[in-house]
């Protein structure tokens, strides 16, 4: 570090935000009485831990898509509410990839702010680092995200770009500011693990501010001199992270998260008005009733268990497309519903995707092998864990990964491994997407493999509903059928046995 000359202590302090997703509006989390979040409010609460020392307001990602407040405008709606907030500088996240390459480059551009990508190449106007200077102090923030990113977007999505390794990155930057900054902040969509890993990789980082695994760290946590923050999901807590400097160097960090709740008075002025006029323009068109859930629909657990909720999304899809069984990925489902009337914008919210059914001949060994994959990363809760319909298997996390399924009974009869089912997912599965290879490799060895509309189309293929979404799928089969009361099933079950 290279600070200008101070004897006694400044400090500055950096606010933070990760995984918005769109949630604009105060709402109540599956199993929660009370409301949590509201960006008005969290604007509200920057402005007052801004106005207190030099600060700096930073966004760790996936801060454009999920929620309808977002999606239904691509984003725009977010980076109009950031612009009137102030912020100095955004990573993008992979879910900022969602709406395809033009979209996110439209974003960029509106943006009053940088957004960046050091590991990312082939975006329009995605820089790599801003230094920022706060009252002599010269903040680096260097933005990477996570490498999974083409495959936890659909495929189309990133195609023509490149994503080189976050850790090789980072220290390329860090080589280039570290002469022109006093602290290095390197803005991550990596993930908890993810950042402590880069920590201990890459020498000459003061601060990681990272998103992506949506981790409530109410303190910062140490790698080495390293600090790594984040705060959490939905703009439910702002980040608060102090640095004190004396004598050119960082004698201090410490750091808390901010709860946001609806209190009153408590909302920016100025953000109150551009959350409303895009709430009002979401319900206009999102309001309608299109059923009752008999029972609340768990959106909250699918990326480690069976679910309600995800039993409900397979059946539908299988349903749809009348094939034997139905493989999704849990990440795809994005928030719960709760008992009661079904709008809607409640369906938009589980699915806020672009995805449509496609349905794929496997051959039983793919078929293990599409679930092995799906339970590889529940340690971590991966968005690839599966939601299954027509089939039921056993697991064991304590076995090594690629041999962890047991038991998979298709129809209630065990499975044939060279015998062929119609299995039924959705467009971004069929494409690689999370890392599902099987899926593609059974329609790429078709004959007479083609590519309609970003899905596969061949002999393997034998559905393919790409003028519907999945989202207005599932509105129609509960305006079908009035109630819903999905109940868990026994279709997904971990025995522990490490046999």
């Not at 050091?118 to 903040?139: F, R």
């Not at 990789?201 to 946590?221: C, F, Q, Y």
């Amino acid at each position: 570090m290279s600070l200008v000359s101070c004897s006694t202590g400044r400090g500055i302090r950096i606010l933070h935000m990760n995984d918005f997703h769109g949630f604009a509006v105060p709402y109540k989390p599956y199993g929660s009485d009370d409301a949590q979040g509201g960006l008005a409010y969290l604007a509200g609460a920057a402005d007052t831990l801004r106005a207190e020392k030099p600060s700096l307001l930073l966004a760790a990602g996936d801060m454009i898509q999920g929620n309808n407040w977002a999606n239904l405008f691509q984003g725009k709606s977010t980076i109009e509410a950031m612009n009137a907030m102030g912020f100095d500088a955004m990573v993008v996240g992979n879910h900022e990839f969602d709406f395809g390459r033009e979209a996110l480059e439209a974003r960029i551009s509106e943006a009053g702010f940088p957004i960046l990508g050091a590991n990312v190449a082939g975006v329009s106007g995605l820089k790599p680092y801003v230094i920022k200077d706060l009252k002599g102090i010269k903040v680096a923030v260097i933005g990477v995200v996570t490498g999974d990113t083409p495959v936890s977007t659909h495929p189309k999505n990133v195609m023509g770009l490149g994503f080189t390794a976050p850790a090789e990155s980072v220290a390329k930057y860090i080589r280039e500011v570290k002469d022109k900054s006093d602290i290095v902040v390197v803005l991550s969509h990596l993930g908890f693990a993810a950042d402590e890993e880069l920590a201990r990789k890459v020498a000459g980082i003061d601060l990681i501010v990272g998103g992506h695994s949506h981790t409530k760290l109410e303190r910062p946590a140490m790698v080495g001199s390293t600090a790594i923050v984040q705060a959490f999901e939905h703009a439910k807590a702002l980040g608060v992270v102090d640095i004190t400097v004396r004598d050119r160097a960082i004698v201090e960090v410490k750091g808390h998260l901010e709860p946001i709740r609806p209190l009153p008075g408590g909302a920016d002025t100025t953000l109150a008005p551009i959350v409303e006029k895009h709430q009002r323009r979401v319900d206009e068109r999102m309001n309608e009733v299109v059923g009752y859930a008999g029972t609340d629909l768990d959106g909250e657990h699918v990326r480690s268990r069976e679910t309600n909720l995800g039993d409900f999304m397979a059946d539908t899809i299988r349903e749809a497309s009348g094939a034997d069984a139905a493989i999704i990925n849990g990440g795809g489902i994005r928030t719960s519903i709760a008992k009661g009337p079904i709008k809607v914008n409640d369906v938009y919210s589980v699915v806020p995707f672009d995805n449509y059914i496609v349905a794929i001949k496997l051959t039983g060994r793919q078929v293990r092998e599409t679930l092995e994959h799906g339970v590889s990363g529940v340690e971590e809760k991966a968005g690839r864990f599966p939601q299954v319909s027509g089939l039921s298997f056993t697991y064991d996390r304590s076995r090594r990964k690629g041999t962890r399924v047991g038991e998979i009974l298709v129809g209630g009869e065990p499975l044939v491994p060279e015998q062929e089912y119609i299995v039924a997912t959705n467009d971004f599965l069929a494409a690689g997407g999370d890392g599902y290879r099987a899926f593609g490799d059974a329609v790429r060895s078709s004959e007479d493999f083609s590519v309609i509309g970003g899905a596969m189309k061949g002999g393997k293929l034998v559905y393919n509903d790409a003028g519907r979404w999945l989202r207005d799928v599932i509105i129609e089969y509960i305006k079908t059928h009035k109630r819903v009361s999905p109940a868990v099933e026994g279709r997904i079950r971990e025995t522990g046995t490490g046999q």
